[in-house]
């Protein structure tokens, strides 16, 4: 077997605008190591093997006769299985969608086709994008949990199913996942990326995500769907750059540490190690100064709860109350919790978050980046929990880009991630910042030996 699939997204790009690789080549070796692991992971909700293939032999014949096929041309992607692909299954992993096969694509598996990118498949999702667990396991240890709700997306990208996936994130979706399988994670601004197409948590707190193996990856697939669609409203027609491009390594001048509000709250082994990836920052010349987060905690935290029930239950309304045995357990008492939420305690929980929003563009006035953990601990047994939000649920209630980079392993041979949140719509410079700790700290995905 050919171990093309170890190429992450950037390197394989290169490698056939080079001429040493072809679509085809690519796309075999992943559906090799899918036909290895997935039987071990359970990743996949469905695998588009002759799509895969016949989209492959499309690019290559393309770059044969000298015409272009995209930025992404020959790059494969794996798709969240809450996201629209004509002619394959969209189930959310739930009894009450089996069957079903959307008639139109969602905005971003349109960009992507038309950037050249194979659509491998679709990834396993938790019920709904909640936080029930899936099936799946994680890679790095199969006892336990990849973090949900995108967990196949994670462990795919992890495992070397797939150079990248797309996720969602809600309350914690896309980074935590990412975190416990030790890739990376990108969580943009709120509507920089479109969600028409996409099964709904929360329309206020969904955001689109990206999960691949280093952070020029994620640059790539960001320059390739963001940006607005006329379709989803809360996607602003604001300029998309060439992240690539636009993100080169920097280091960050001045960042913050939000240690005395969320350490706290930490297992020992995550918050030590964030402490030792805050000192080798500060050692390679990033001014980092301990600062406070500008909202308590717990309010945040009861704000953002409170916002996903509800929500959550306004979408699912009456297809819930028809068919609540079909829900899993926490999806269920989600739903139900947020049925009966009293008008004013929502209400509440909005004004609260534009406060929030308010006092975070100020905080921004004085810091280019914030430091915290990804996950409050390591990942749980996989049968039991999909992990703790609660570190990622301030960016992602705020609307902000955030980004998790995995920084070793811990016990169990666990991954640890560290959390880099940016300004709104500075994607570009929290990239950059990214990409500089990658090359100067060694914050690197690996890809795990799986038995």
Known sequence: MSEHWRLSLSDGLRKITEGGLSASEWTRSLLERIDALEET????????????????????????????????????IGYKDIVDVIGLPREANSPLLKGEIPDSDATVTTRLKNAGAICLGKTVTTQFATSDPSQT??????????????????????????????????????LRPAAFCGVVGLKPSYGRIPRSGLISV???????????????????????????????????DIAVPD?????????????????????????????????ECVASLKAKGVDVEEARLPVDVDEMHAAHRIIMRVESAAYHDKMF?????????????????????????????LRFRARFIQRME??????????????????????????????????????????????????????????????????????????????????????????
């Open 41 to 76: 992971l359970l990743a996949w909700a469905h695998v588009d093997r002759d799509g895969a293939l016949d989209s492959a032999r499309a690019i290559d014949e393309q770059s044969a006769s000298g015409e272009g096929s995209g930025p992404l041309g020959g790059a494969a």
């Open 137 to 174: 396991r994680n890679p790095w240890n199969l006892k336990h949990s990849p973090g949900g709700s995108s967990s196949g997306s994670a462990a795919a990208v992890a495992a070397g199913m797939v150079p990248a996936a797309l996720g969602s994130q809600t309350g914690g979706s896309t």
């Open 202 to 236: 929360s329309w206020i707190l969904d955001h689109v995500g990206v999960i691949t193996r280093c952070a020029e990856d994620a640059a790539r697939v960001l320059t390739a769907i963001a940006g607005a669609d006329g379709i989803d409203a809360q996607a602003p």
């Open 243 to 275: 992240y690539a491009e636009a993100s080169a390594p920097v280091r960050p001048n001045r960042a913050c540490f939000w240690k005395e509000d969320l350490l706290p709250h930490a297992s020992e082994e995550v918050a030590g190690r964030i402490e």
């Open 321 to 349: 109350l028809e068919n609540q045995d079909a829900y899993a357990s926490q999806i269920r008492k989600n739903i139900s919790t947020g049925l009966m939420t009293p008008a004013v305690h929502y209400v509440n929980a």
């Open 362 to 451: 100020d905080f921004f006035q004085n810091f280019d980046l914030v430091i915290l953990p990804s996950h409050v601990e390591r990942p749980p047994i996989a049968e039991e929990s999909t992990g703790n939000a609660l570190f990622n649920e301030p960016f992602t209630q705020i609307g902000f880009p955030a980004i998790s980079l995995p920084v070793g392993r811990g016990d169990e041979n666990l991954p640890i991630g560290i959390q880099l949140g940016g300004r709104r719509f500075g994607e570009a410079a929290l990239l950059s910042a990214a990409r500089w700790c990658e090359a100067e700290l060694g914050w690197i995905a690996e890809i795990p030996e799986i038995e």
